[in-house]
């Protein structure tokens, strides 16, 4: 197994290394270069310039070297605003500056307004020190009311109530929230749905016991409160950052994968489009999935297959699984017996060496793999949610270098090897206070990492050994979200998502590099290193709906 699992990985390199992507040639781009200096007019080295394109919804951001110098030189034609950050000091934005293909244009900014107050670690738009899906220590009980048992008895199946008690908004919002539970039950036969009437309860009971918070809605932190309050080493001033802004504000991008030609691709949960932003034009296009029964499409769980395609699941009433052929542009749908027990639905999708395809189904206690070459489907429960009497929430997936597949149960901190052929689940704690595990990636030598995402650390499972070593990057409390390994380097990033960053550790050294994103609360979960290009690393933003990478420059 695993000379298939090399040999696999050899040919996907091969596959990738005859498609490698052209460059953006200098007339197709243009540049833009300036000086930032303080407010006494000396000049600024380390400090974050941003360069926005309204019309194109394009964002990029560079660092200043030696004498406050910057330079932006892959910029499609256009007019942007820039913008400075740097210590406890940013500048205002300047006019619009004119870039044309082919040319160079220049803005000098003076770094004289104030900083907003520092953003502390967080999940976005929740208090600091919660565990993200998870209830803090001591967290609130749901209110009495007839609402109450409802919840109990047909929602914290899938999640548990502090994601109701922690949350805020007026009917509406709970209308939205319950027609979204609504649709992700309808494509179970493990969550009960709701009746109307229970429907009417319920709005009414979390209407009043969590309407709009005093004052309104919380306002959005200010954009640049992430970003450090420190100028950046001469080590960490060489990358840039390339991003679009989704025209769906609210398309929750949770999942996104690269293309053999270095494509940046998203899923969306709402909205249920799959889009895709060109690495050379930085153009973005959108197709959608063939209609089904219900016109709720909540695509999730992208991943790239074996031979370029790629897979993803439709989480709501439809039950099936899509996968697109980025060449002949076109959707194959796989549905769910109507007869088996289980969910379409999960964050996590896999594509084995074998071709086979495997979920975690977060909704279902539940691991499913599926055949194409048989168009079968198979259900594994998850013994220790079985034994628990409760969704043990399979999350993160990867396979080890022995083929085995690794899930976290994200609910019960464990982790679990299953044999891929019978199924046969073997069960480990994870040993680390709170880990709440999410993602998983497997490295050159099949080694298995996983996000610690409350522990703030990164985990190393040695699959022979079953050695376990825990990695911790500088920033504290970063909710390590999602380890992917560069295989040509051996070097591993992480998403910090709790502190707008990317990571990058040396494993041989244990040295950390952190990247810091553009804005506060990207949400970034998601990452992939960019196969053709390892100094690229893309990322989705969930709740922000971005997608961009960040790439570096030597």
């Known amino acids: 197994m695993l000379k298939s699992w090399k040999l696999s990985l050899c040919l996907t390199a091969s596959v990738f290394a005859i498609l490698a992507p052209r460059a953006a040639s200098a007339q197709e781009v243009g540049t833009l270069t300036g000086v930032i200096k303080d407010a006494a007019g000396t000049p600024v080295a380390g400090a974050f310039v941003q360069m926005r394109n309204a019309e194109r919804r394009l964002n990029f951001m560079v660092i200043t070297h030696e004498e406050g110098k910057y330079t932006n030189n892959r910029l499609p034609p256009g007019k942007y605003v820039v913008q400075a950050i740097g210590g406890e000091q940013q500048s205002a934005p300047s006019a619009p500056v004119e870039v044309v293909a082919g040319g160079s244009a220049s803005a000098d900014v003076a770094l004289t307004v104030a900083r907003a107050p520092a953003l502390p670690p967080a999940w976005p738009g929740r208090p600091p020190g919660e565990r993200g899906e998870e209830a803090a220590a001591g967290a609130a009980a749901l209110p009495e009311g007839a609402g109450k048992a409802i919840i109990e008895a047909k929602c914290n199946f899938c999640h548990d109530s502090q994601r109701i008690v922690r949350s805020r908004g007026a009917p509406a919002r709970w209308q939205q929230v319950i027609d979204t539970m609504k649709a992700y039950a309808q494509g179970s036969t493990v969550a009960t749905p709701i009746t109307d009437d229970e429907q009417k309860v319920l709005l009414a009971y979390v209407s009043a016991n969590?309407?709009?918070?005093?004052?309104?809605?919380?306002?959005?932190?200010?954009?640049?409160?992430?970003?450090?309050?420190?100028?950046?080493?001469?080590?960490?001033?060489?990358?840039?950052?390339?991003?679009?802004?989704?025209?769906?504000?609210?398309?929750?991008?949770?999942?996104?994968?690269?293309?053999?030609?270095?494509?940046?691709?998203?899923?969306?949960?709402?909205?249920?489009?799959?889009?895709?932003?060109?690495?050379?034009?930085?153009?973005?296009?959108?197709?959608?999935?063939?209609?089904?029964?219900?016109?709720?499409?909540?695509?999730?769980?992208?991943?790239r297959g074996n031979r370029g395609e790629f897979w993803m699941v439709d989480g709501g009433p439809n039950r099936r699984w899509l996968s697109f052929d980025p060449k002949t542009e076109q959707f194959t749908v796989y549905n769910l017996p109507a007869t088996t027990s289980g969910n379409a639905s999960g964050n996590t999708m896999r594509v084995h060496p074998d071709n086979t395809v495997w979920l975690a189904s977060i909704g279902a206690n539940?691991?499913?793999?599926?055949?194409?070459?048989?168009?079968?489907?198979?259900?594994?429960?998850?013994?220790?949610?079985?034994?628990?009497?409760?969704?043990?929430?399979?999350?993160?997936?990867?396979?080890?270098?022995?083929?085995?597949?690794?899930?976290?149960?994200?609910?019960?901190?464990?982790?679990?090897?299953?044999?891929?052929?019978?199924?046969?689940?073997?069960?480990?704690?994870?040993?680390?206070?709170?880990?709440?595990?999410?993602?998983l990636g497997a490295d050159w030598d099949g080694n298995i990492w996983v996000g610690l995402h409350g522990a703030g650390k990164l985990l190393k499972i040695d699959y022979k050994t079953m050695q376990m070593t825990e990695f911790t990057p500088p920033t504290a409390d970063a909710g390590v979200y999602l380890a992917d390994p560069d295989m040509k380097n051996h070097l591993i990033w992480a998403s910090e998502h709790h502190v707008d960053k990317i990571g990058r550790l040396d494993p041989a050294t244990g040295v950390w590099t952190e990247f810091p994103l553009m804005t506060a609360e990207t949400d970034v979960r998601r990452i992939e290193v960019d196969p053709n290009n390892t100094k690229r690393v893309w990322y989705s933003g969930v709740l922000s709906s971005k997608l961009g990478y960040i790439e570096m420059l030597k």
């Open 210 to 303: 969590f309407g709009p918070a005093p004052g309104g809605p919380k306002p959005k932190p200010d954009p640049f409160s992430r970003l450090p309050r420190t100028l950046q080493p001469p080590e960490a001033r060489d990358y840039i950052v390339v991003e679009y802004d989704l025209v769906n504000p609210r398309a929750e991008p949770h999942e996104m994968a690269v293309d053999p030609l270095g494509n940046g691709w998203v899923s969306q949960r709402v909205g249920g489009k799959l889009g895709k932003l060109d690495a050379v034009t930085l153009n973005y296009i959108e197709y959608a999935p063939p209609a089904a029964a219900s016109s709720t499409v909540r695509l999730n769980a992208l991943r």
């Open 366 to 439: 539940q691991v499913v793999r599926f055949d194409p070459a048989t168009n079968q489907f198979a259900f594994f429960e998850v013994p220790a949610g079985l034994k628990a009497h409760k969704n043990a929430t399979p999350y993160g997936l990867a396979f080890s270098g022995d083929g085995n597949v690794w899930v976290v149960e994200n609910a019960v901190d464990q982790i679990a090897r299953i044999d891929p052929k019978s199924g046969a689940f073997e069960e480990f704690p994870l040993p680390v206070k709170d880990p709440v595990a999410r993602k």
